[in-house]
């Protein structure tokens, strides 16, 4: 497999800022004529706006995964107010009827056929995870016949090059496998997650399809709270399928990441979030709930 990095953002020279401004405050007192000093005021403005850094954002997560494994699947989060926090994200909608993608703040549903639909401003969901997207690098991939989902969360790695932070990931291009999963929606009283997947989980393979992988690497020290690891949803360039990522095949294209400055989570402000037990180790239920039970550590 070849990495070309083809873009970095921030640009390396927009490191160290106030230096650079600091030094021509002082150059400019040493001019004396007023042609001289506009000229310079003139570099300091282009200079500024050169230099500007793109906006420090969060990841902003509704509710926990251990709620949801815990079996609640009604939540109130709107996508009208998670519009408002983020533009990429991922998530589940209520009653399990389905995965949730957003991208480039449209926000969509894979059914259990893998179906995708988008969803209407007052679609709730139990859990959802979303930033403001604003790629920090991005690297073309390509011979990558054999690149496997594993390999492909490698690359995700040795581009973030933090793991102690999470990090957003775009991943464009044509798959040339997939191997996606959604679930029948459920009816009260509702089962956990585990048990869910045992008998209502739909998995649905997919070959050559273009399309969009959105993720999330969380630091393993966040489980619990997050999905710790890598977490994917696929919808494809047509809009028409959808799904989250048990397994990736990516034939060509483009792996772009942003790490995360900060992580906030909004908690379910009702009485079925305050009667849950989240004490207990859901390790065990997550590793078979996300597709990862047989996978090393
Ligand atoms: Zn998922």
Redesign the pocket.
């Known amino acids: 497999m070849t990495l070309t990095e083809t873009r970095r953002y921030p640009p390396d020279n927009s490191v160290g800022l106030n230096p650079v401004g600091l030094k021509s405050i002082e150059l400019v007192k040493r001019f004396r004529t007023f042609k001289r000093l506009k000229t310079v005021k003139s570099w300091l403005c282009l200079g500024l706006f050169v230099c500007q850094p793109a906006a420090a954002e969060d990841l902003v997560q509704y509710s926990t995964i251990g709620a949801l494994l815990a079996g609640e699947y009604d939540g109130d989060m709107s996508v009208a107010r998670l519009t408002r926090m983020g533009n990429f994200g ?3 909608v209520n009653g399990l009827a389905g ?1 949730m993608m957003a991208l480039d703040g449209a926000f969509y549903v894979a059914d259990a056929q893998g179906k995708t639909t988008r969803l209407e401003a007052d679609s709730r969901m139990p859990f959802a995870i979303v930033t403001r997207w604003q790629p920090q690098q991005t690297r073309s991939v390509q011979n990558v016949k054999n690149s496997d989902y594993a390999a492909l969360q490698q690359a995700c790695a040795g581009l973030a090059d933090n793991p102690n932070v999470p990090a957003a990931l775009r991943i464009d291009g044509l798959f040339s496998e997939l191997l996606l999963r959604s679930e029948r929606p459920q009816q009260k009283p509702y089962a956990p997650l585990a048990q869910v997947m045992k008998t209502d989980e739909v998995r649905f393979r997919a070959d050559d399809v273009r399309g969009t992988l959105i993720g999330f690497y969380t630091p393993g020290y966040l489980s619990g709270v997050s ?1 710790p690891g890598y ?3 696929f919808i494809a360039e047509d809009l028409r399928l959808g799904g ?2 048990l397994d990736a095949q990516l034939a060509q294209g483009n792996i772009s990441v942003q790490l995360l400055t900060g992580f906030r989570v909004e908690f379910p402000d009702n009485s079925r979030f305050a009667r849950l037990n989240l004490f207990e180790d859901h390790a065990q239920a997550l590793r078979r709930v ?1 597709g990862l039970e047989g996978l090393p550590e």
């Open positions: 991922l998530g589940a995965e999905v977490h994917f949803h989250h990522v996300e």
